[in-house]
């Protein structure tokens, strides 16, 4: 089975903290996706990356970045939190190859900013 | 773009009966897949079922069927014999073939009752 971790559940920070949410996959999927997730609105995507060093911005990347130093991890970074960032956050991994289209995604981190 | 429809916030249905999930759909595309997904109270997001738009034959998997309507662009999702394990959100999502992106409805909470 697939296994997609966050780095932590439940986070709280305080206005204007770096953040840094972790993600990582364990079946060699290409694929990393970081979503955030809000009452009424679903799942919107923030960035995805496609390979090793490589991400494209999605619909709502205003005020994070991502990292994708190996394929296995992704790590989107709020470099100052604001109160309007507190959400879920969702990780997600896909392969490329085959019919594999099905996203399989992490338990998600609950952030709170003060 | 593409945007996913969600009609029904919050829905309820009794231990053992059926209950339908509504979702509609829009794009110019022809080829492309739909999804149903289930996000159980604080646990991970799991794939329900998939549907290929080039596929007439509706998607079944055990107690859960669509009703997948191309030309009308509806996607519904049928509960069958409802268990208390079914309560959860449920989000209907659309992707292109061989696409990154994945759009995602707003989510219709079920909950089953004893």
């Known amino acids: 089975d697939v296994k997609v971790t966050q780095s932590s559940r439940y986070l709280v920070k305080r206005t204007g903290e770096k953040v840094f949410l972790e993600c990582v996959q364990d079946?060699?999927?290409?694929?990393m996706f970081w979503y955030r997730q809000d009452p009424g609105l679903g799942l919107r995507l923030i960035y995805f990356?496609?390979?090793?060093?490589?991400?494209e911005k999605g619909d709502i990347p205003e005020g994070y970045s991502v990292s994708r130093e190996k394929k296995e991890r992704f790590s989107l970074i709020l470099e100052s939190a604001s109160t309007n960032q507190t959400s879920m956050y969702l990780c997600?991994?896909?392969?490329?190859?085959?019919?594999?289209?099905?996203?399989?995604f992490g338990p998600g981190t609950r952030l709170l900013v003060l | 773009a593409q945007t996913v429809t969600q009609s029904q916030p919050e829905m309820s249905v009794q231990e053992a009966e059926t209950v339908t999930l509504s979702c509609t759909y829009d794009t110019s595309e022809n080829n492309y897949y739909l999804f149903w997904y289930k996000q159980p109270p604080s646990r991970q997001m799991i794939l329900v079922i998939r549907q290929e738009a080039y596929k007439q034959q509706n998607a079944t998997e055990n107690r859960f069927s669509v009703n997948f309507q191309k030309a009308a662009k509806s996607f519904s999702l049928k509960i069958s014999d409802s268990q208390l394990g079914d309560t959860a959100m449920y989000f209907c999502?659309?992707?292109?073939?061989?696409?990154?992106?994945?759009?995602f409805g707003a989510g219709t909470r079920l909950t089953v009752k004893p």
């Open positions: 990356s496609y390979d090793v060093k490589m991400k």
């Open positions: 999502a659309f992707m292109k073939l061989f696409n990154n992106d994945m759009r």
């Open positions: 079946m060699d999927h290409e694929n």
């Open positions: 997600a991994s896909r392969s490329l190859t085959g019919a594999q289209e099905t996203q399989y």
